[in-house]
């Protein structure tokens, strides 16, 4: 990953509008949520993101000067077996091993795949549970980026460590 190639592709959607805003359908799960944390982490720490009815996301995009995703017709969608998170990292060239397993783990969850990764199931049940909590996206979304930095950090660097303390009598 090159900080240019990103830039190149941030301006070949963007042009020099900076943060970048970017439009999806409303009351995110996995990978609505996922595509966020991507972005600002890897991509635009500044990226701004609007959650609108799915009727509206490609005019929102139009509007507000906006790339949709995860939806049809977005820059990042759902192509195959893939979600719109591994659509991001191919299109941003991320190569980085924990972002490798951390889209397994996406991908199982957003996709009912859950037999791709053991965590799968678990970040589904999350993901529910969150959007229950939040009526708000962008609340949810400020809380769930916490998530996916511990899932991140586990995925590169404590991925194997196995917990089995056990009392003694």
């Not at 996922?34 to 005019?59: K, N, Q, S």
């Not at 949810?140 to 003694?168: C, E, F």
């Amino acid at each position: 990953m090159t900080v240019n190639y990103i830039q190149s592709q941030l301006d070949a959607l963007f042009g020099a509008q900076r943060p970048t805003r970017w439009v999806t359908r409303e009351r995110p799960k996995i990978d609505r949520v996922a595509c966020p944390w991507l972005i600002r982490r890897f991509i635009d720490p500044h990226a701004e993101f609007l959650y609108v009815p799915t009727a509206d996301v490609l005019e929102t995009a139009e509007r507000e000067g906006a790339v949709a995703y995860d939806i049809p017709g977005g820059s990042c969608s759902h192509v195959g077996e893939q979600c719109s998170f591994d659509g991001f990292i191919a299109r941003f060239d991320l190569r980085d091993q924990a972002l490798g397993v951390l889209a397994q783990i996406v991908r199982g969850a957003d996709t009912d795949a859950h037999h791709l990764a053991s965590e799968a199931a678990g970040l589904h049940a999350i993901s529910l549970g969150l959007s229950l909590n939040f009526k708000n996206d962008n609340d949810m979304l400020t809380q769930s980026m916490i998530i996916y930095d511990a899932l991140y950090a586990w995925a590169a660097k404590a991925k194997g460590v196995r917990h089995n303390w056990q009392p003694t009598a």
